[in-house]
């Protein structure tokens, strides 16, 4: 949650627009207040309110922004509530130091009682506040340099930070630390930059210095100096070339960068089976010698897992449960070094998935990931890491990753088949050729909804709850299509079994009430018909995401989404979320919302 940036460039001018276009590549982690700092003419100009970057935008002067170094930060709240005061950057009372920060101190309270025994006088409800405070303290009380006064404050901080300071005292760098929350620099010749993450800088550059816990860095206009905080010692890391080109971060036409996520689809799931990854083997065999397999992860990436549990329980035949990561005390019990744990995430720096893996490691299990950010924290505390090559997701409601996870557990699935012998050699390579052709089916899938699903959201838009109802492997499909209106549309949407929904939810159905339901040409489709009848009865209106030329399911329901013929039924599960993608972000439209930013959300949740 939160997103930091901080810039320096040669010369003390303009650096306003800079730090703001930065700061709305990372808007996605937070939007309800935003705030610039930056050290011109000696002293610290503070600019910050309330609010959406645009709309802080309208009350400030970008020009009025100068200097060498300048942060930015756009806030998450956790302590406190979005005010002009709570909005980062926070500074110590003699307004010299400056800091932004990312992450929870949890003993604040604690260290802002001692630093208002001191004198210190406090302007927020913030944690961060105690920061440039306490680093103030220092400098005045044990009379050491800025550095010192930073790194002493870092140690006696508990909780997780990326944080980053700027001060009139040695105003032309900037102090960053970093432990549990991301951090990267970003190195071009003109400027350096760091930042929570890559987009912040990609227009201007794709070298990359990934941040590790517990690591401190002095940055300056041609340089950065990186210190191990365990053991006080420098230590050298040379960029490296990210991938992602600086128009990924960008919205290429689209009104909305979930919309075009969601078109990127084809590409990106294409992106992910041009690429060979030597992990996959590796994967395959650690999943298969396992005793015990757990799948972890949070929000959409869970749904994911469900495809990679089902796989492992039907090509591997071995107990095997996606867990959510924030119930893994409900298994840590059954860890041990014949455990193997798969976290899933875009981001790899969920903080209940982080915490998760990090206590089975030490319980001895192997972590074999699943994960979009290269260099993430989830990825480092895993033994292989299997990446999506999705690029980046701006939009806050994840689409493009979901199906990339999606394929990536179907990637697993399949080699899990060949090893056990599942699958023989004729089966695999159906499979396989069925699998190349996913892009194409999801690509064909967008073209042929797009526009139904813009006018049924006319209809949904009005309405105030839902249920998304499937059987067997496409039960996941309903939950992440009943996510997606939630969170963007803010329209409550249940997903249910379809079979279950008898047993109590059905006594909310009403006249004209929606219910979606994933009908797929698979096992459960004469089940389902059933389900849609019992709906009906009560008044439901049923829409269907069905197989193209399904009849018989056409004239049950009143509104279809159609999926074209010709692959397999097993990967269902990635063409059939598509048509609810589009519902849910044209139904968020039509209700006036940003699909990009809902309310109360983050892209990266990095608390507990
Ligand atoms: O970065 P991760 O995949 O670990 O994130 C997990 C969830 O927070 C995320 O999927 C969340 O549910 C999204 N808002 C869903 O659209």
């Known amino acids: 949650m939160c997103g930091i940036v901080g810039i320096i460039q040669q010369t003390e001018s303009k650096i306003g627009n800079e730090i703001i276009e930065a700061l709305t590549k990372l808007e996605y982690r937070g939007y309800d207040s935003v705030g610039v700092a930056s050290v011109a003419n000696g002293e610290l100009i503070i600019v910050k309110d309330e609010g959406k970057i645009a709309e802080v935008l309208e009350k400030i002067d970008l020009d009025s922004i100068k200097g060498r170094v300048a942060i930015g930060h756009t806030r998450w709240a956790t ?33 802002k009682n001692e630093l208002l025994e001191q004198g210190h006088v406090f302007q927020s409800e913030t944690d961060t506040e105690v920061l440039p405070h306490l680093i103030e303290q220092f400098l005045e009380e044990e009379k050491v340099s800025l550095e010192e006064a930073i790194i002493k404050t870092v140690e006696r901080i508990e909780g997780t930070y990326g944080i980053c300071v700027i001060s009139t005292l040695e105003p032309d760098k900037i102090f960053c630390a970093k432990k549990d929350s991301p951090l990267v620099i970003g190195i071009n010749d003109n400027r350096m930059f760091c930042a929570s993450d890559i987009p912040a800088f990609l227009s201007y550059t794709q070298e990359v210095v990934l941040l590790h816990d517990d690591e401190f860095v002095t940055i300056s206009k041609d340089n950065y100096e990186i210190i191990d905080l365990k053991t006080g010692e420098t230590i050298t890391r040379k960029p490296y070339t990210v991938s992602w080109k600086p128009e990924m971060a960008q919205k290429a036409g689209f009104p909305h960068f979930m919309l075009k996520e969601i078109h990127e689809q084809p590409n990106t799931l294409a992106d992910y089976i041009r690429i060979e990854q030597p992990s996959i083997l590796k994967i395959a065999e650690k999943i298969y010698e396992a005793e ?4 972890l992860a949070a929000g959409t990436a869970h749904y994911s897992t469900l495809t990679g549990q089902n796989l492992i329980r039907r090509f591997v035949k071995k107990p095997c449960s996606s867990v959510i990561a924030s119930e893994y005390e409900l298994i840590k019990n059954l860890i041990d070094e014949k455990t193997v744990i798969v976290p899933v995430s875009q981001s790899g720096e969920t903080m209940d998935t982080i915490m998760a893996i990090k206590n089975a490691r030490e319980l001895g299990a192997t972590i074999l990931s699943a994960v979009n950010i290269v260099g993430s924290t989830v990825t480092r505390h895993s033994d292989e890491v299997l990446y999506l090559y999705a690029g980046p997701e701006i939009g806050v409601a994840a689409t493009k990753t979901y199906t990339a996870q999606t394929l990536a557990m179907w990637d697993i699935g399949l080699e899990l088949g060949k090893i056990s012998g599942e ?4 089966e695999y390579e159906m499979y396989r050729t069925n699998f190349k052709n996913i892009p194409s089916i999801v690509k064909q899938t967008i073209v042929h909804n797009e526009a139904r699903a813009n006018h049924i959201a006319s209809w949904f838009a009005k309405k105030n709850s839902s249920f998304y109802l499937a059987r067997s492997l496409n039960l996941q499909t309903a939950r992440e299509g009943a996510l997606k209106m939630k969170e963007i549309a803010y329209i409550h949407s249940e997903a249910y079994p379809a079979g279950e929904s008898k047993h109590g939810p059905i006594a909310l159905v009403e006249e004209d009430y929606p219910v979606v339901f994933v009908t797929p040409q698979d096992q459960t489709r004469k089940l389902i018909v059933g389900n849609i009848m019992e709906m009906k009865a009560r008044g439901a209106t049923a829409i ?7 009849k018989e399911m056409e004239e049950l329901v009143k509104w279809k989404f159609e999926i074209p013929k010709g692959y397999s039924e097993m990967f269902s599960t990635i063409p059939y979320v598509v048509p609810l993608q589009l519902l849910a972000y044209y139904t968020a439209v039509r209700r006036g919302y940003s699909p990009d930013q809902p309310r109360n959300l983050s892209k990266s949740v990095t608390v507990l």
Not at 423 to 426: F, G, K, P
């Open 79 to 111: 302590h406190g509530p979005p005010s002009k005061e709570n909005a980062h950057p926070h500074v110590d009372c003699k307004k010299q130091i400056s800091v932004i920060h990312n992450g929870i101190i949890e003993n604040f309270q604690q260290l």
């Open 292 to 295: 015990k397999v757990f799948l």
């Open 423 to 426: 699958l023989d050699n004729d």
């Open 544 to 550: 269907a995401v069905l197989e193209e030329g399904d």
